[in-house]
């Protein structure tokens, strides 16, 4: 396992996790990386670890390099343990300092009692090995401890998750990957991670307007060195919530009768000439219908009632869309109900803490929709678009 050269002096030390398919709930079908670097010279610095079953890789791709105990500095730009939980065992083996943000160091603390950690402040410079190194507190992208570590002599900034994608490849940089592939998994990451925080980025993209960068260096999946502004000008129009004439459909059912509602609101929207995307819960795992619902301008939720509330999977997506809180969107409900109703009722209920707008009146079908029954999901789908389409 070797190191790979990122610039003259630092090298991507960090570990391929080929075999993740749940990073906490999130669906991983394509693994992720740990991104770790290491920068040489008189005095060797590592940036973050990895994820502690991955020490040995981590320690295999330094010794490529120099040998792991003449490391003589410690970066942690994040406490959340994908990265710090092998903070501890490179303290032991090299004396390390380990440098965190003020909010690093208490999380750490909590984390990892015997660690010694020193705090460094918001914009503060150190120079070590002929290197600077700014450190630039994020907090909440996407945790309060999070911060990113400039290298101005490389234009190199190590930006933590931010830019992340949760994909395993052998190839280390942007330009050698499949760009859909590529930009599929750092919206998915985005929308699953770092969502709520699209305020934060917005700002945090402005203050990293005022450094040259020509590298960024992600902690996971590949590092972005060619054509930077466009994940730039993704992570602006994530953060600023800009989306596109597209509906997201996304339900489940019991016995078809809501699977058939949807497919008929999902005629009605396409017939407007505005883009839908039909998902059935249980078949798609609420980390993919996040990544869809992303750019998407509508969310449609149809459930069935069961013991008069709504399905179990459509409960679960409701609850994880209300903690991401998807801001700026249209919202409608819509699902078939036997002697009483009630499903639709408790997701208007979810989809309004969340934040979306809710202009249409919920559509309901007792039992099995007929003819009848399917124009008014046309219909519906009709007005659906149109809200879209006046929404800009
Ligand atoms: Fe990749 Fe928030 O840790």
């Given at each position: 396992m070797e190191a790979i050269r990122v610039t003259d002096n630092i090298y991507w030390v960090g570990a391929i996790d080929w075999n993740i398919r749940s990073f906490h709930g999130y669906t991983t079908p394509r693994g992720t990386t740990y991104n770790a670097y290491i920068m040489t010279g008189e005095k060797n610095i590592l940036i973050d670890t990895v994820k502690r079953p991955f020490l040995d890789e981590l320690l295999a791709r330094i010794k490529s390099v120099i040998d792991p105990s003449k490391i003589d500095l410690i970066v942690s730009n994040h406490t959340e343990m994908d990265h710090s939980s092998s903070l501890l065992e490179m303290q032991k083996l090299t004396g390390a300092k380990v440098l965190a943000s003020r909010k690093g160091k208490e999380g750490l603390a909590l984390h990892f009692p015997e660690l010694k950690v020193d705090a460094v402040e918001d914009g503060s410079e150190i120079r070590c090995g002929g290197k600077t190194l700014r450190f630039i507190d994020t907090p909440m992208l996407h945790w309060p401890d999070s911060m990113f570590t400039y290298v101005p002599e490389d234009k190199l900034l190590f930006s933590m998750d931010a830019f992340g994608q949760h994909y395993a490849t052998n190839?280390?940089?942007?330009?050698?990957?499949?760009q859909g592939i590529l930009f599929h998994e750092a919206a998915k990451y985005y929308a699953n991670i770092i969502m709520p925080f699209g305020a934060r980025v917005v700002k945090t993209l402005e203050k990293a307007s005022e450094l040259d960068i020509q590298i960024l260096a992600t902690a996971h999946g590949v590092i972005w060195r060619k054509d930077l502004g466009k994940i730039l000008k993704a992570y602006s129009d994530w953060g600023s919530n800009v989306t596109k004439e597209k509906a997201v459909i996304v339900f489940d059912t019991m016995w078809g009768s809501t699977a058939t509602m949807a497919q008929h609101i999902a005629d009605g929207i396409a017939s407007q000439g505005v883009e839908v995307q039909v998902l059935k819960l249980g078949d798609t795992d609420r980390s993919w219908v996040i990544k869809e619902v992303l750019d998407a301008r509508a969310i449609v939720v149809g459930t069935p009632t069961i013991n008069n509330t709504m399905f179990p999977s459509v409960a679960d997506l409701v609850f994880y869309m209300k903690g991401l809180r998807p801001k700026g969107r249209i919202g409608a409900v819509f699902g078939s109900h036997g002697w009483n109703g009630g499903g639709t009722r408790a997701v208007r209920e979810q989809l309004e803490v969340t934040g979306l707008e809710l202009p249409l009146e919920d559509l309901q079908v007792n039992y099995v929709p007929h003819e009848a029954e399917k124009e008014r999901c046309r219909e519906m789908g009709r007005q659906i678009a149109m809200k879209i389409k006046e929404k800009k």
């Open positions: 190839a280390r940089f942007n330009d050698e990957v499949d």
